[in-house]
């Protein structure tokens, strides 16, 4: 990969997965994995938060929720969700470089 991250290192660090890593006190575990906000890990985070489990493009608001009604009210995404939320609502990265889509968001 151009980026200088292998996917390993992009996957890991996907949706947010620090806040959640925080609150089950595996922090300094994926500390072990560099995480870059470039162009890639930005195209990642964007179709991640904007695709649903069936393909479907969704809403951010809607795939949060479809997220933690997966997970369960006492699941750790919904414990980190304070935290997370924000980050994802202000782009996340996501909103740097997001694609163009001539057909919508």
Do not use: K
Request: proline content about 9%; hydrophobic content about 30%; some cysteine.
């Amino acid at each position: 990969m151009q980026c200088g991250q292998s996917w390993r290192e992009l996957v890991v660090h996907h949706f947010g997965a620090r806040f959640v890593a925080d609150v089950c006190g595996l922090s300094d575990e994926l500390r072990r994995y560099r995480f870059q906000e470039d162009g890639v890990s930005d195209a990642l985070a964007y179709a991640d938060q904007r695709i649903g489990p069936d393909g479907s493009r969704v809403p951010l608001p809607q795939r949060i929720a479809e997220v933690l009604d997966r997970h369960g009210p006492d699941s750790p995404n919904a414990r980190a969700r304070s935290r997370r939320e924000p980050h994802l609502c202000a782009g996340g990265g996501a909103g740097r470089t997001a694609p163009h889509r001539p057909d919508g968001p």
